[in-house]
C-alpha cells in the first residue's frame, strides 16, 4: 500500500461519519421547522397565513424538485409544471370517480406520475441543453393541450369542478383546515428532508459530475442516461406531490396548474432565491409569493414591477438572493480570519 | 378519446375550394410566423440568445401599425412605423439591457426577457387599454375577394404572403452574397476574430436585434388588420414561433420558411380535423421532429 493509499484509506470512514452527523443534523433541522410550523395555528388565528404556508408548501416543494435538475443535475426542464399539474390532476379525478382512502389515491398518483415521467423522461434527457428545455415545454403544452380537449375527463378548461372529496382517514381530516395545514407542513418537511437526502448521497454527488462534466462521467464507467432519467423521475415525484397539495387546498385541479408558465415561475423562483443552496428554492418560494400578494394588492401593473424586481436580481445582483447572502457571509467570514 | 371530425377533414381535402381557402389560410399563419421565426433564428445564430421576449416586438408592430394609421390613414407609412419602431426597440433593448447579460449563464438571459415580457405587456396595457383593438381592413383592400379554383382569396392575404416571401428572399440572399452579411456570418461563427479584424460587433449584435426586432415589428403590422389586438397578443406567436424555429433548426433561415409553412398547414387542416388538438398537434410534431432529429430538419450541428 503507497503512501497516497494509505491516506485515502484514512480519509474515508472520516467522510462517513461526518455523512452520518450531517444527516442527524438535517432530521434534527426537520423536526425543529415542523415543531415551529405545527404551533403556528396555537399562536395565530389568522387563515390568510395559515394558506400562505400551504401554498409555499405546494410550490416550495415544486421548486426544491426543479432545483435538484437545474442546479444540481444542469438540466434545465421548462416543462416542470407538467407533474404538478399532473399531480393535481391525477390525485383530483382518482378521488372523484373512484372514492379511495386519500393516502391510496395519494400512492395511486404517485405510481401514475412515475409511469408518465419514466416515459417522458426517456424521449428527454438523451438531448442536449437548449433542446431538452423545448422538448420538455413541448411535453408540457401537449398535456396541457391534451387536458383542454379531452372535455369528458378533465372538464376542459373549466377545469376539475365540483369539489374534491376528502375522507378521513386514521383521524386526519383534510376538510379541516387546521388538519390540511399540518399535512401539506408535514408533506413538505419529509419532501425537503428526502429530497436534502438524494442531494447529499453519493447518487447526488454523481449528478453534480454529470452536470460539470457528462463526457468525463461517462469515461469513468457512469451511465449518465440512467442517472438522468433517475433523477428525472424523482423530481417529477416531489412537484407532483406540490400539486396534490395544491388540488387538496382547493379543492379542485385547473388547466393553469398544467400551462407553461407554472413551469416558469419554477425557474424564476430557482433563480431569485439562488441554485447553489439547498434551501434557495425555497426562499425563492417564500419571496415570490410575498412579491405576489403584495403586489397585486397595490397595483394593477403587476407586470411591471415584478419585471423590474426580476431585473434587479438579473442585471444587478446576478444571482440568487441565497447565494448572495452565503458569499457575502464567506467574504465576511474571511476578511474577519486575516 | 380526442374530439376529431375526421369527416370534416377527408370532405376538405376532396373539394378543390375547400383546399384552396384552407391552403391560403395555412400559409397566412406559416408567413407570419416566418417573419417573427426568422428573427428569432437569426439572434440566436449570431449572439447565441434565445430571445424569449421577440412576441412583444410583434406586438408593439401591431400597435405601432395601427395608432400610425389612425394618425395618417396611409396603410404604407402604418406598415413602415411598425418596422421602424420596433427596429428601434430592438436596437436599445440590445444595447441597454441585453448586452449586459452576454456570456452569462441561459437563465438569466432567460430572466432578463422574462422580465420584459412582464413589463412591455403591462407597459402596452397601460398606453392602449387591455380590450380587445382592431385597425381596421384599409380602404385600398376592401374590393371583392379573388376566386381561385372555386376557394375564396381576399387580396389582402395575397399582399402580405408576397411581402414575407420578398422578406425571405432579400434577407437570404443579402446574408448569403453582400459584405454585411459575410461579416454577420463571421461574428455568428468566431466574434473575437471578427472584432480583432477591427470590426465592431458590439454594433453587430445591436443591428442584428434590430433587424430581427423590424421583422417581427413588420409582421405585427401585416397582421394588424386581419387580427384583433390584445397586450398578451405577442405570446401565443411566440411559443409558435419557438415551435418554428425548433423544427426548422435554430440558426437556419430555410428551417425557419419550411418549419413556418409547416406549422401553418397544421394549424390551418388540423382546425378542420381535430378542432380542439390543433395546438396539441403542434406540439406532438415537435416531439417526432426533435425525437427524430435533435436539432431540427436544417440544423447543421448543436450549438
Known amino acids: 500500500m503507497t503512501e497516497l493509499q494509505a491516506e485515502q484509506a484514512a480519509v474515508v470512514p472520516r467522510i462517513e461519519s461526518q455523512s452520518q452527523r450531517s444527516r442527524y443534523r438535517d432530521v434534527l433541522i426537520a423536526l425543529a421547522a415542523f415543531a415551529v410550523l405545527a404551533i403556528l395555528p396555537m399562536l395565530t388565528g389568522s387563515k390568510a397565513l395559515l394558506d400562505f404556508v400551504i401554498r409555499c408548501s405546494a410550490f416550495g416543494l415544486f421548486a426544491t424538485s426543479l432545483n435538484l435538475l437545474v442546479g444540481f443535475t444542469g438540466m434545465v426542464s421548462f416543462g416542470h409544471g407538467m407533474f404538478f399539474g399532473l399531480g393535481a390532476y391525477g390525485f383530483g379525478l382518482i378521488m372523484q370517480r373512484s372514492g ?56 376542459g378548461d373549466q377545469g376539475l369542478r365540483g369539489g374534491i372529496p376528502r375522507p378521513a382517514f386514521f383521524g386526519v381530516d383534510l376538510s379541516n383546515h387546521v388538519h390540511l395545514y399540518i399535512t ?155 | 378519446m380526442l374530439p376529431l371530425d375526421l369527416d370534416a377533414l377527408t370532405g376538405c381535402l376532396a373539394s378543390s375550394a375547400c383546399l384552396v381557402t384552407q391552403t391560403t389560410s395555412g400559409f397566412i399563419i406559416g408567413m407570419l410566423l416566418f417573419l417573427v421565426a426568422v428573427g428569432l433564428t437569426l439572434i440566436f445564430g449570431v449572439l447565441k440568445v434565445v430571445n424569449f421576449s421577440h412576441g412583444a416586438f410583434y406586438m408593439f408592430g401591431a400597435y405601432f401599425a395601427m395608432t400610425a394609421y389612425q394618425v395618417t390613414g396611409s396603410f404604407a407609412l402604418a406598415m413602415l412605423c411598425g418596422a421602424a419602431g420596433t427596429a428601434l426597440l430592438g436596437l436599445i433593448f440590445e444595447r441597454v439591457f441585453m448586452s449586459r447579460v452576454y456570456g452569462s449563464d441561459v437563465l438569466m438571459q432567460l430572466l432578463v426577457c422574462y422580465a420584459f415580457v412582464l413589463i412591455f405587456d403591462d407597459v402596452v396595457r397601460m398606453i392602449w387599454g387591455p380590450e380587445f383593438k382592431s385597425m381596421g381592413m384599409p380602404a385600398a383592400f376592401q374590393v371583392a375577394p379573388l376566386f381561385i379554383a372555386g376557394g375564396v382569396v381576399p387580396p389582402y392575404y395575397l399582399l402580405l404572403i408576397g411581402v414575407a416571401l420578398v422578406a425571405a428572399v432579400i434577407l437570404g440572399l443579402g446574408l448569403a452574397r453582400t459584405r454585411i452579411g459575410k461579416v454577420i456570418r463571421a461574428a455568428a461563427h468566431n466574434p473575437g476574430m471578427v472584432s480583432a479584424l477591427g470590426i465592431n460587433t458590439g454594433l453587430i449584435y445591436g443591428g442584428v436585434f434590430a433587424l430581427g426586432g423590424m421583422l417581427a415589428g413588420l409582421a405585427g403590422a401585416l397582421a394588424a388588420p386581419v387580427r384583433s389586438l390584445t397586450p398578451g397578443m405577442g405570446f401565443s406567436v411566440l411559443i409558435e414561433s419557438f415551435i418554428v424555429t425548433v423544427i426548422g433548426g435554430m440558426g437556419s433561415i430555410l428551417g425557419a420558411l419550411i418549419g413556418a409553412i409547416l406549422i401553418g398547414m397544421i394549424r390551418s387542416f388540423g382546425s378542420l380535423g381535430f378542432p380542439l388538438f390543433t395546438e396539441g398537434l403542434m406540439y406532438l410534431f415537435m416531439v417526432i421532429v426533435l425525437v427524430s432529429r435533435p436539432t431540427g430538419l436544417f440544423g447543421k450541428e448543436v450549438a
Open chain 1, 184 to 338: 401539506s407542513c408535514a408533506l413538505l418537511v419529509i419532501g425537503l428532508l428526502l429530497m436534502r437526502q438524494i442531494a447529499q448521497s453519493p447518487f447526488g454527488y454523481t449528478l453534480r459530475m454529470i452536470r460539470d462534466n457528462a463526457t468525463r462521467a461517462s469515461f469513468i464507467g457512469i451511465d449518465v442516461w440512467r442517472a438522468k432519467l433517475t433523477i428525472f423521475v424523482l423530481a417529477a415525484l416531489f412537484a407532483s406531490t406540490g400539486g396534490i397539495i395544491m388540488a387538496l387546498f382547493v379543492s379542485g385541479a385547473y388547466p393553469e396548474f398544467a400551462y407553461w408558465t407554472i413551469s416558469g415561475e419554477g425557474i424564476f423562483i430557482n433563480m431569485l432565491g439562488g441554485v447553489t443552496t439547498f434551501l434557495g428554492p425555497m426562499v425563492g418560494t417564500v419571496l415570490l409569493l410575498i412579491l405576489n400578494d403584495t403586489v397585486t394588492r397595490l397595483t394593477e401593473y403587476y407586470g411591471i414591477v415584478l419585471g423590474i424586481v426580476i431585473l434587479f436580481f438579473a442585471i444587478g445582483l446576478r444571482k440568487g438572493l441565497m447565494d448572495f447572502v452565503v458569499e457575502w457571509y464567506a467574504r465576511r467570514r474571511d476578511g474577519s480570519g486575516e
Open chain 1, 100 to 155: 379511495l382512502p386519500v393516502p391510496v389515491a395519494f400512492v395511486a398518483t404517485l405510481v401514475i406520475t412515475t409511469l408518465i415521467a419514466a416515459v417522458i423522461g426517456a424521449i428527454c434527457v438523451r438531448l442536449k441543453e437548449i433542446y431538452f428545455a423545448f422538448v420538455t415545454l413541448a411535453f408540457q403544452m401537449l398535456i396541457h393541450s391534451t387536458i383542454l380537449s379531452w372535455v369528458s375527463l378533465t372538464g
